[in-house]
């Protein structure tokens, strides 16, 4: 199953569970749909995140959210790149490193990752120094996610204090029509569903989508750590099978991952 429909997914059962509850514990439907209480969690929490983070940071967070299509940087499965490597290992023991330039071209819609790094590989540079430029990169990546993360881990912590900020509103809706009793129930709806709301987008919107946004980036990072190995291995001229060899790893820990994300 796919990353997208895993979070639709997600989402229904979620909604699913809450609305299935109130029905069974014998509530109307209606009384879940507050569109004050809605305004209050997510508007709240939106303008604290603006507060506290800038444009760029929650910029972000949008295009992580649409995930690896949105900015792919590596499509290729670990196996499939380390068969690309041993052939390309061959390629550089036989004719040097210039022998790889041309998979860079074919590889670079696939993975712009490991077309830097066999860009690196065949304009001659030392290990080292490819060692150096990819682990910058690695870093940079690990920044930028590390940054969505604390916005939507933030955006969770914000959301049910803004339900509460919402319920107390609701009580005092409460108090000023508490000699129409009329009128009373609205205010106790809004009191209560706010802090649903709050709770409900914290725990199953927003802190989810930290952990699935953290768990790719590890997966992207070993990723960079193949590619790094293997790059390096290609400067050094290492057999191809001492290559395979010491790739091998990486594939074993992708199976035990299930699948590495």
């Not at 569109?35 to 995140?49: D, E, I, K």
């Not at 881990?153 to 508490?178: D, Q």
């Not at 987008?201 to 750590?225: H, K, S, W, Y």
Request: hydrophobic share 50%; charged share 20%; glycine share 12%.
């Amino acid at each position: 199953m796919s990353r997208p429909v895993t979070i639709v997914v997600g989402f229904l059962l979620a909604v699913l569970a809450l609305v299935g509850t109130h029905m069974l514990d014998g509530g109307e439907l209606s009384v879940l749909f507050q569109p004050s209480a809605a305004l209050m969690v997510v508007g709240g929490t939106m303008a604290a995140l603006a507060v506290q983070y800038s444009w760029t940071a929650l910029r972000g967070v949008f295009v992580d959210l649409r995930g690896p299509s949105a900015s792919p940087s590596h499509r290729m499965s670990r196996e499939e790149t380390i068969r690309l490597f041993v052939a390309m290992a061959g390629a550089v023991h036989r004719r040097g490193p210039q022998a790889v330039l041309g998979v860079a071209a074919d590889v670079a819609s696939e993975s712009s990752l490991l077309y830097n790094a066999v860009e690196l590989v065949g304009r001659g540079s030392t290990s080292e120094d490819i060692r150096t430029n990819l682990e910058l990169n690695a870093e940079r990546m690990d920044r930028r996610a590390a940054t969505t993360v604390e916005v939507l881990r933030a955006g969770g912590g914000f959301a049910p204090t803004m339900g509460v900020l919402g319920a107390v509103f609701g009580l005092v809706r409460i108090m000023s029509v508490v000699d129409n009793p009329s009128e009373l129930g609205s205010g106790i709806a809004l009191a209560f569903v706010a802090t649903i709301y709050g709770l409900g987008l914290a725990n199953f919107v927003l802190l989810p989508l930290a952990g699935r946004i953290e768990t790719r980036l590890r997966g992207q990072l070993d990723d960079m750590e193949l590619i790094i190995e293997g790059a390096c291995a290609l400067a050094r001229r290492d057999e191809p099978k001492l290559v395979e060899r010491k790739l091998a790893s990486f594939a074993r820990e992708q199976g035990k991952r299930g699948g590495g994300q």
